[in-house]
């Protein structure tokens, strides 16, 4: 049991080491690429964020059918991870300003383009809805079909985000390359290289997660929906 939860831990820090991996270096893929900052962010950097709890409902529902918890483990990925991204990441974000500018390292006002952030959130609201009422839809193909609209809503979100220039202020904030750090201008085979190996790591360790929640949950009892 105190194995079980000490991997958990540990798989968690795998996802996070994957997950720094991996924007790191969209981050400059979108640079070398020259994509806008709404591409940047709200569609390569989501990936990589959104990634653990997307690997954790897929690997769950594939590899947890055998102990019956597979579907509690995946739905509680993915309602949970937005309501944690509008609470606790909210304000781990606003305490994360708050405190570089009372150490002067920033300022507290934060850049943000309300073009881009109203755009998202415009999008979210409708597809999260959407979602939220297919569950109540009758018949499986009625479900299908919402689905399928919902794919198509991210595609044209994709096209609209793809579609803006990237300005000279969206290189301000690049961290170095993590596997180059000294350079100015890694290479464009090193910056895919870290986000392929970040992807890789992001699989590991959600795999792990999903494998040592399902410990957790009959050691413990509680519902696997209620902890993922």
């Known amino acids: 049991m105190t194995s079980s939860w ?5 798989s968690l820090a795998v996802i996070l080491i994957g997950c720094d991996l991996f924007t790191n270096g969209v981050e400059w893929l979108g640079k070398k690429l020259s994509l806008g900052e709404g591409a940047v962010g709200s569609v390569l950097a989501a990936v990589g964020t959104c990634m653990p709890e997307t690997l954790i409902a897929i690997l769950a529902i594939v590899f947890g059918e055998k102990s019956g918890v597979g579907d509690d483990i995946g739905i509680g990925a993915i309602l949970g991870a937005p309501l ?4 606790l990441a909210f304000f781990i974000t606003g305490a994360a300003v708050l405190i570089c500018s009372l150490t002067k390292s920033r300022s507290s006002k934060m850049r943000v383009d309300h073009r881009i952030l109203g755009r998202d959130l415009r999008f979210f609201f409708i597809v999260f809805s959407l979602a939220a009422i297919a569950t ?3 018949g499986k193909p009625y479900k299908i079909g919402a689905a399928v609209v919902l794919v198509g809503l991210y595609g044209l979100y994709v ?4 579609a803006d220039k990237r300005g000279p202020e969206s290189d ?4 170095p390359l993590h596997f180059r ?3 100015t201008d890694p290479p464009l085979w090193l910056v895919i290289g870290q986000s ?3 992807i890789i790591i992001l699989v590991y360790g959600a795999h792990m997660f999903v494998k040592e929640l399902i410990f957790v949950a009959a050691a413990t009892g509680i519902r696997p929906l209620i902890l993922s």
């Open 6 to 10: 000490v991997l958990l831990v540990v």
């Open 84 to 87: 944690m991204l509008s609470t």
């Open 136 to 138: 109540f839809l009758p």
């Open 159 to 162: 096209r609209q985000t793809f």
């Open 172 to 175: 301000e904030d690049i961290s």
């Open 181 to 183: 750090r000294r350079s």
């Open 196 to 198: 392929v190996l970040g």
